[in-house]
């Protein structure tokens, strides 16, 4: 089945540079590619998403890249601060059906220090 | 805003217990989801709904049951709470963007079973 796998696990840097998370999927027919940031305490919440027909987005200080070739797709976060700091998943589904299926990585807990 | 909640956020419950977590979505969504999570293991689907009394298995259904009486309320049901179900529950629902899901987490229930 589809696996998606995330690194690295945890990443700690200081306030201002950059951060990038790493991750991997299997099935080739996934189309949707969502990315979620958990703070303590507090369910996952959407940050950014990128579909199959793009291959970059950006959104402020964060971006996401894809390439389906590879089947990779990443996360960065430039001039980090300390309210970054927080859980990040990324996940793989294939939409267009009446429903879908998320899969989702393991998460990359990110440490920013001031 | 969308707005998905969880009727605890906080759980204590004895082995053989049977358990009933709800959640309620405000926004008219079809699908809602259950997913537990636990450290390094991330976010897995134990059972998710994609109309009213109808249902499908994630990854992990047993020991779980749901129910989908109306669109906006989505239970989970621990038939015989054990141990092994102590984790941190999340639901979720999808809002259609085009043809791709975005997928909206409520805050979470910590559910510990003595």
């Known amino acids: 089945g589809e696996n998606v796998e995330q690194h690295p696990s945890t990443l700690s840097v200081q306030e201002g540079d950059s951060a990038v998370i790493k991750c991997t999927y299997s099935?080739?027919?996934?189309?949707?590619f969502p990315w979620y940031k958990q703070e303590l305490g507090k369910g996952p919440q959407l940050i950014i998403d990128?579909?199959?027909?793009?291959g970059e987005k950006k959104d402020q200080r964060i971006a996401v890249t894809l390439n389906k070739t590879a089947k990779h797709f990443s996360l960065h976060i430039t001039e980090t601060q300390p309210e970054d700091s927080a859980v990040y998943f990324c996940?793989?589904?294939?939409?267009?059906?009446?429903?879908?299926?998320?899969?989702f990585g393991p998460g990359t807990s990110l440490s920013v220090i001031p | 805003d969308v707005k998905v909640t969880q009727s605890s956020r906080y759980l204590v419950k004895r082995t053989g217990e049977k358990v009933f977590l709800e959640c309620v979505q405000d926004?008219?969504?079809?699908?809602m989801f259950w997913y537990r999570q636990d450290p390094g293991l991330g976010l897995r689907l134990i059972y998710f709904?994609?109309?009213?009394?109808?249902?499908e298995k994630g990854d992990i259904p047993e020991g779980y049951s749901v129910s989908r009486e109306k669109k906006e309320r989505f239970s989970l049901i621990l038939e015989s709470a054990s141990t092994n179900q102590t984790s941190m529950y999340l639901c979720?629902?999808?809002?259609?963007?085009?043809?791709?899901?975005?997928?909206?987490f409520g805050p979470g229930t910590r559910l510990t079973v003595t």
């Open positions: 979720a629902s999808t809002y259609r963007q085009g043809v791709y899901y975005e997928q909206y």
């Open positions: 926004m008219d969504h079809e699908n």
């Open positions: 990128i579909r199959s027909n793009v």
């Open positions: 099935d080739s027919a996934s189309n949707y």
């Open positions: 709904s994609y109309d009213v009394k109808m249902k």
């Open positions: 996940a793989a589904s294939m939409s267009g059906t009446s429903y879908d299926k998320v899969i």
